[in-house]
């Protein structure tokens, strides 16, 4: 793996970065992108997982997408991934995304989910209010509770806090408290109705930067939830 790409070839990174289509009410859009860029087997920095790249000998890098909302309708701090592999030859070879803590392929064995404008950008579809990927709208409406994680259960996870970032962020039930009834003022029923989403170049860091970031836009939501409820510390 290269050194976490601290000046990233944004050019590389915006020609790879996949077509992402959201419900027409989604109310949480990503805020950041965090990217490593592998050229050899490695572990993920972020993901459970390990990158291997000996299964097809024309895959030369592997880019990880690291995708940041301030919020999931369940709670605050969100991270989602897709790793796009990239041929010698500039093709998209594959791609996978994140489920619900899982990765599934992201690119359909036809290739039909490859934009025919863009060859090198692969569609993916985002769970409304949870932002789980798949190539397949069928795939999203299996999810037993696709309809009441947006509306019943809306902040009902509270606070986020990933093993990586446990010497930075903390929680407690007051917070949790806070960001639960934070989020059921942003609840809905998803229409199954998709719209794309346009990249902001700006919008791509290096993970380490991200992940410096998140702590600080963490503490700064907390804030406007306590102002958007008249609380005075």
Aim: aromatic share 14%; charged share 25%.
């Amino acid at each position: 793996m290269q050194d976490q790409q601290i000046n990233l070839d944004l050019g590389l990174v915006k020609t790879y970065a996949p077509q992402l289509f959201f419900d027409r009410l989604e109310p949480f859009f990503p805020v950041r992108v965090g990217v490593t860029i592998f050229d050899q087997d490695g572990p993920s920095p972020s993901f459970r997982r390990i990158i291997r790249f000996e299964s097809d000998a024309s895959i030369e890098k592997v880019i990880e997408y690291a995708i940041y909302w301030d919020y999931d309708i369940e709670h605050l701090y969100e991270l989602e991934h897709v790793w796009i592999y990239v041929g010698y030859d500039g093709s998209v070879i594959n791609c996978e995304c994140s489920f619900h803590g899982k990765f599934f392929k992201g690119l359909l064995k036809d290739r039909s989910n490859v934009s025919e404008n863009n060859p090198t950008q692969v569609k993916l579809y985002s769970q409304p209010g949870k932002h789980a990927f798949s190539p397949l709208l069928a795939m999203l409406e299996l999810v037993p509770n696709l309809d009441t994680c947006t509306y019943e259960t809306a902040g009902s996870a509270g606070l986020l806090v990933p093993d990586m970032l446990r010497d930075q962020m903390s929680t407690n039930n007051e917070t949790n408290q806070l960001v639960e009834r934070y989020l059921q003022t942003f609840r809905f029923r998803p229409t199954m109705e998709f719209t794309e989403y346009t990249w902001n170049e700006t919008i791509f860091v290096s993970l380490p930067e991200l992940l410096k970031e998140i702590p600080q836009r963490v503490s700064h939501e907390l804030n406007i939830m306590k102002k958007y409820f008249g609380i005075h510390e």
